[in-house]
């Protein structure tokens, strides 16, 4: 069924395909009379037996089923829960005579849609619509669960096959145990730092200017925040990271701020020994000079 807008004071700009469980043609005919008056295109199949049910369900696709509660040898229920079986999961609609409490309780258990008293059919439009509407947004919200369970599990790819460093933090700067490779660039494992603050592995000299970064980071989300600092590596030394964090505490996939790093230790050593052969240089061409 294609995704549209659906309400009762809207009709389909389409023809619905009606599956209806009837054995009294009249019936029928008063039924598909109120949703053609209610201007809604259908086109139905009539079955009044469990096997003639089972074959349309093996050959084609429905929106919606409309069955009545009582019919020769089964019931509108014992339907309902043989389309449940078959894991269909469209709107499910009883037209009946008459409904007693018992039974109407009955068909809230069994899932059912609604049900529309044949002398009140006029409600049978509005009763169907509204029924196709929610299963729309049953269906839009499942999507939306399996687009953030897809999105979760990329994310853990990322992390648990990246060469460089990944930390979740909670927006109190404690690492979180959900994450799989916390700090693995610096020789922690997450069960090491899990609860623990961020700024314990931080260098004392760097940790005014790690808690100024993670204040920026918290003020703009999604916003790419960089840094460049000293952390403690499990072996107690000191290694220089570089990276970036991100607030994605909103995302629902994600829900912390991520830190992204390096270890840059070798190249911030090459500068220091770059800078002391230069110093080296300018005294030797000063004295020279002199």
């Known amino acids: 069924m294609k995704d549209q807008d659906v309400s009762a004071s809207q009709p389909y700009d389409r023809s619905l395909r009606l599956l209806i469980i009837e ?3 009249a019936d029928v005919d008063l039924a598909l009379s109120e949703l053609k008056r209610a201007g809604l295109e259908v086109e139905a199949e009539i079955v009044q037996t469990p ?3 089972e074959r349309c369900l093996d050959r084609a696709s429905y929106d919606a089923v409309l069955s ?12 309902s829960v043989q389309l449940r079986k078959r894991r269909f999961y469209i709107p499910f609609i009883l037209l009946s005579g008459s409904i007693g409490d018992e039974a109407a309780v009955e068909c809230i258990k069994q899932g059912i849609s609604d049900y529309v008293l044949k002398d ?6 509005v009763a169907l619509e509204r029924a196709l509407q929610e299963q729309q947004l049953r269906s839009a919200r499942a999507w939306g669960e399996q687009e953030v369970r897809q ?4 994310f ?14 909670g927006p109190d700067g404690l690492f979180l145990p959900s994450s799989p490779s916390t700090v693995a660039a610096l020789g922690w494992s997450p069960e090491d730092v899990a609860g623990t603050s961020l700024f314990e592995i931080v260098h ?17 989300p999604a916003r790419a925040i960089p840094f460049e600092l000293r952390a403690r590596h499990r072996d107690g030394g000191w ?4 990276g970036v964090g991100r607030n994605l505490l909103d995302d629902p996939s994600v829900q912390a701020v991520v830190i992204h790093y390096r270890d840059v230790t070798q190249r911030k050593e090459q500068e220091v020994e770059i800078r002391r052969l230069n110093e080296g240089l300018e005294r030797m061409v000063a004295e020279r000079g002199s």
């Open 23 to 25: 054995d009294d043609a």
């Open 51 to 53: 096997d003639e049910f």
């Open 68 to 79: 009545d509660y009582k019919l020769p040898g089964w019931t509108g229920i014992d339907a």
């Open 120 to 125: 009140h059919l006029s409600r049978l439009p």
């Open 151 to 154: 999105r979760e599990k990329r």
């Open 156 to 169: 853990r790819a990322i992390i648990e096959n990246s060469s460089d460093g990944i930390a979740l933090v």
């Open 204 to 220: 004392p000299e760097d940790a005014v200017l790690a808690k100024e970064v993670f204040a920026a980071v918290l003020d703009e």
């Open 239 to 242: 290694r220089w990271a570089e």
